[in-house]
């Protein structure tokens, strides 16, 4: 810790200019005299090392653990010293320890939010701080302190306490706007706050167009409820210059992080707070992803247990997906708690995530602000305190008319009166709020233009020193030449801002200013501002890859491609795949156009690009990437490479993907060669690799998939590694349904499950259970189908799995169907149809169609209006449409189309949709009298005798028992005696199934077999 005050100390001594090397310094335990020459100006002592001092503290609170967090008390004074055999002495010295020692300090800095308190001598503060150019003597207020049985006064000051409710410096615009006509909606925000504080966590979303006051109105809203103690955390989502995937939270987190110390914070939460930790592959994202949730939720649990709490999310239109869904964690998470959650944005830029999101959060009934225009008295309000010089009613009128209330509007209209008088802010009339911005900026000198325009290409915020490194100029000449600026509210400074940095008061002026340079200009700044950001660092990964991105340089290119990178790599500690895979795709792009580029180097980012499209659920664009990659990649005759291009896709999971390939038998081929060529000693890739073959070949009956199968599964067995057995019995699984009974399958199915839940894999056992449900169906056995429905249910909500949601959404599809609900079946197919094409493998329809509407067809006894639909899937899908086509001619009586259909009889693959094509083919059968589709199918479903047609589809598309269809067929087959046996074991099915229906068609079926039979036989 002593260590980690000294660094602080340094850092800041540097940072405000003060050498370190030139003071003395006498180590005092936990604390450090600093002994400053006598020649050495004190100015800087107030003016900047306060700042300094609070922004090194927080950094290394930051970086470190709640036992090793630094909180600092800091007594200034000037006076004679001596020295004595034994070190320093004289009453200055003693007075500097009383100071120190003040119980006012004391409880001065434990009752402060912020990490500085200082307090300084009425000599310091009347010859220093009164006469201080940058520092404002209003900030110190006097206390009385004991000095040998005599009191003195002193003053302190807390550099960093907010002021209460005022807001974190990520959200600050201006110190302390006057909010006008905003009366009403405050109310409305004050009872929903009221309503928080009793215990009920309360969304209110605030919207309007830019300019319009929506952070005023935060701010203004954190105010009033900080000083009614209310804990207040700023989250802003920063714009065009890019924001770090999660950077609301992040924000939010380093805004408590002084105030509320936890161990958290340097553990579970390190990956929001932390920007450099190294990127370990999680085992389970969405296990390990639910954890940081969690984990943010503990956090903020606890701090509400201090005192109700505001959080404010500005601007979540810019917001990530990951950032997003943490919110909607959050309010289910802290229902019950006392905290209202502020979050504003642009109505017209919420694209479909936040959409989502807000659907989500609809539940929770949100109080939802819409920010308008201010009424023509709040515009002469604002007007008459901004402009010194009188203003007519009818001025206020046209200008409230011109800027429809905006308020950022009325203020650049008002500061231009201010300045050129009413023609110029009403007569030949600016028509935007982007002509007043250039007309106010034309207003100041040349310098100070051109050095607004250079900040404008940094950001709304840039900080002096990247700005001086810019545009060439010293930063005593630019805050010089700025200063008119900052006065005519174009910039501000943001309260708090430990380093010298600046802000555009707002972004429509930084965005006008930018969009006005030339490209061509442009693209020359953003490489100076690169390589100046470089220099300076430390800055986001993000920020630069923006700006080198944007850049024409020689190497830009290159070191676009470099922050892309580090910037994927965090947005996939933060477990925002999305974005993470957005940015290596971009990566990709910026590569290709990096001098001395590699295909290795190309290759590399692909496969990050691969595997996080492969992890955010994006089945199709992953493919295609990993295509593109291969085609690259075979030509470098690298199998250990390509073996890695392969398995960066992976899907676990039960769903086909496979129409996105573009050449799936190159594929099998490719695999097959580099499981050749491998190195003996890769066994993890080998093992991914033969699962990778399984399921490729999971629909076609090649035994290279049944071997490939097996032997990932031995191979995984010696590894030991569960994720790798996972791999390995997921795609065994999906092949055994070509070689496999339903009692074998439901066996992997429950180790699958069982290596889920013992491993904490929520993948894995999401899918266990989801193969268990399918087992259960195929049995007839709802009740168990239930309880695995159920608990997947309970993983998808939990865990945010759209697959398994689905699957939950079928199988209730399947419930209603079998209680004759069909409009809840059709439903619920309908919202499983959606989750599944949202993720992008909406083929997996493909394997089944058009079998699914044909099912329900058969169900609601109207297959005969299908024709149709069967003859288009026909066309496209021969071997799963013929029977569908041919069964659906014969019900509408078009018998000879159905045996033209019927002449073909397509192989059935023993894939997934062997026993409901086979059941179709039986029903083709029966209705055209084909012996050979009837001989076939009833030999092929008898050792399923025991089963539900298409029970393994999970509820996708179930008709009937199996044994139902061999009494049919048994019966037409001429084999009476063997159709009373199929039909009572058909009774059994219904009954352990428990469905009417099929039970009435057992019974009627077995009745009828015995009368028929009755003479024949001896009673
Ligand atoms: N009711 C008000 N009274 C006085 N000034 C206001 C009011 N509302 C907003 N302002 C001022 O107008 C300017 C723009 O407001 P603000 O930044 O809150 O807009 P915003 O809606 O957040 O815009 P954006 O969508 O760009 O974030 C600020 O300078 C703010 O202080
Ligand atoms: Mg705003």
Redesign the pocket.
């Known amino acids: 810790m002593r260590a980690g005050l000294y660094q602080a100390l340094q850092s800041a001594f540097r940072a405000a200019n003060i050498s370190w090397a030139e003071c003395e310094h006498e180590d005092r335990g936990d604390g450090a005299l600093i002994l400053a020459p006598a020649n050495m100006t004190k100015g800087p002592f107030v003016e900047d090392l306060p700042a300094a001092l609070v922004g090194a503290l927080l950094e290394h609170n930051r970086t470190h653990r709640a036992e090793e967090q630094v909180r600092l008390r800091m007594a200034l004074h000037a006076g004679e010293i001596n020295y004595d055999d034994h070190g320093v002495t004289g009453s200055a010295i003693n007075l500097a320890f009383r100071l120190l020692d003040a119980a006012a300090l004391r409880t001065g800095l434990a009752e402060s939010s912020g990490v500085l308190a200082i307090i300084v001598s009425s000599w310091f503060f009347d010859e220093v701080v009164r006469h201080s150019r940058r520092g404002n003597p209003a900030d110190y207020q006097p206390v009385s302190v004991v000095v040998k049985e005599t009191t003195a006064t002193a003053w302190l000051h807390l550099p960093d306490r907010r002021p209460a409710g005022a807001p974190d410096p990520t959200g600050a615009?201006?110190p302390d706007?006057?909010?006008?006509?905003?009366d009403q909606v405050l109310t409305r925000l004050q009872r929903a706050a009221h309503a928080a504080r009793a215990g009920r966590f309360t969304l209110a979303l605030v919207t309007?167009?830019?300019?319009?006051?929506?952070?005023?109105?935060?701010?203004a809203i954190g105010r009033t409820l900080g000083a009614e103690g209310w804990t207040v955390a700023w989250g802003a989502c920063p714009e065009r210059e890019g924001s770090p995937a999660g950077q609301p939270w992040a924000a939010v987190l380093q805004g408590l992080a002084g105030r509320f110390p936890s161990p958290a914070l340097a553990g579970e939460l390190a990956p929001l707070l932390d920007d450099h930790a190294t990127l370990h592959a999680a085992d389970d994202v969405p296990a390990a992803r639910f954890r940081l949730r969690s984990a943010v939720s503990h956090y903020l649990a606890a701090v509400v247990r201090a005192a109700p709490l505001l959080l404010v999310l500005?601007?979540l239109h810019h917001a990530d997906g990951e950032a997003l869904a943490l919110l909607v964690h959050l309010a289910a998470d802290l229902a019950t708690m006392p905290a209202l959650v502020l979050a504003?944005y642009?109505p017209t830029e919420v694209d479909e995530q936040l959409a989502d999101a807000l659907a989500s959060l609809a539940r929770k009934e949100p109080e939802h602000v819409h920010?308008t225009g201010?009424d023509t008295e709040?515009v002469g309000d604002?007007m008459r305190e901004l402009c010194a010089r009188p203003i007519a009613d009818d001025i206020v009128a046209a200008i409230a008319r011109r800027t429809e209330g905006n308020?950022?509007f009325?203020?650049e209209v008002a500061r231009l009166l201010e300045t050129d008088g009413e023609h110029a802010a009403i007569g030949d009339v600016p028509q935007s709020v982007r002509h007043i911005v250039r007309r106010r900026v034309a207003r100041l000198s040349a310098p100070a233009q051109s050095a607004l325009y250079h900040a404008a290409v940094i950001g709304r915020d840039f900080t002096l020193d990247v700005l001086a490194a810019v545009t060439g100029m010293g930063t005593d000449d630019l805050i010089e030449c700025l200063d008119p600026a900052l006065r005519a509210?174009l910039l501000v400074e943001p309260p708090h801002a430990a380093t010298r940095s600046l802000r555009f008061?707002?972004?429509?002026v930084s965005d006008t200013l930018y969009h006005d340079i030339s490209r061509l200009r442009r693209t020359g700044l953003h490489a100076r501002v690169g390589a100046a950001m470089e220099r300076l660092g430390p800055h986001d990964a993000v920020v630069l890859a923006h700006h080198w991105g944007a850049a024409q340089a020689p190497d830009a290119a290159a070191k676009a491609a470099r922050y892309l990178r580090l910037a994927a790599e965090q947005a996939e500690r933060r477990y925002a795949h999305r974005e993470a895979a957005g940015l290596w795709q971009q990566a990709v792009l910026s590569y290709a156009h990096a001098p001395g580029a590699t295909v290795r180097d190309r290759l590399e980012l692909l496969i990050g690009a691969i595997r996080c499209l492969s992890t955010a659920g994006e089945h199709g664009a992953a493919r295609g990437l990993r295509d593109d990659a291969l085609a690259e990649v075979v030509g470098l005759r690298d199998a250990e490479l390509t073996a890695r291009v392969i398995v960066a896709y992976e899907a676990h999971g039960l769903w086909p993907h496979h129409a996105a390939g573009k050449n799936p038998e190159k594929l099998v081929e490719l695999i097959d060669r580099t499981l050749r060529e491998l190195p003996p000693l890769r066994r993890h890739l080998r093992c991914r690799l033969l699962a990778a073959l399984a399921i490729e070949l999971e629909q076609t009956d090649d035994v290279r998939g049944e071997l490939a199968s097996l032997e990932a599964v031995v191979l995984a067995r010696q590894l030991g590694a569960p994720g790798f057995l996972a791999t390995a019995l997921n795609a065994r699984f999906r092949r055994s349904y070509w070689t496999s009974t339903l009692a074998e399958r439901e066996q992997i199915a429950a180790e699958l499950f069982a290596l889920g839940r013992d491993h904490g894999l929520v993948t894995i056992e999401a899918t266990g259970r989801q193969a268990l449900l399918r087992c259960a169906c195929g049995r007839g056995d709802f009740a168990r189908a239930d309880e695995h429905a159920a608990e997947t249910e309970r993983l998808a909500d939990t865990y945010d799995l759209p697959i398994a949601a689905a699957t939950v959404s079928l199988y209730q599809g399947l419930r209603h169907t079998l209680a004759g609900r069909f409009g809840d079946a059709e439903r619920a197919h309908q919202h499983a149809g959606e989750l599944i094409s949202r993720v992008g493998c909406a083929d997996a329809e493909q394997g089944f169609f058009p079998i699914a509407p044909l099912t329900l067809g058969w169900w609601t006894g109207k297959l005969a209006d299908l024709v149709d639909f069967c003859a288009a899937a026909y066309s496209r899908w021969p071997t799963t449409g013929t029977e569908a086509y041919a069964l659906t001619l014969a019900t509408a009586g078009r018998l000879d189309e159905a045996h033209a259909v019927a002449a073909r009889r397509p192989p059935v693959p023993r894939d997934i949709r062997f026993k409901i094509v086979m059941a179709l083919r039986g029903m083709v059968g029966l209705a055209l009298h084909d012996h050979h589709r009837l001989a076939e199918a009833y030999q092929a479903l008898r050792p399923m005798e025991d089963e539900i047609a298409g029970g393994d589809t999970g509820g996708f598309a179930v008709l009937f028992p199996v044994a139902q269809l061999l009494g049919d067929l048994a019966d037409r087959l001429g084999q009476p005696q063997s159709a009373s046996a199929h039909y009572l074991k058909a009774k059994e099915v219904a009954e352990r199934a428990d469905v009417p229906l099929w039970m009435a068609a057992a019974r009627e079926a077995l009745a009828r077999t015995i009368t028929r039979s009755k003479p024949y036989r001896a009673w």
């Open positions: 615009t201006e706007p006057r909010l006008r006509g905003r309007g167009e830019p300019g319009i006051g929506k952070s005023a109105l935060a701010q500005d601007d504003t642009r920010l201010l709040a604002l308020p950022f009325v203020r509210g008061a707002h972004s429509l």
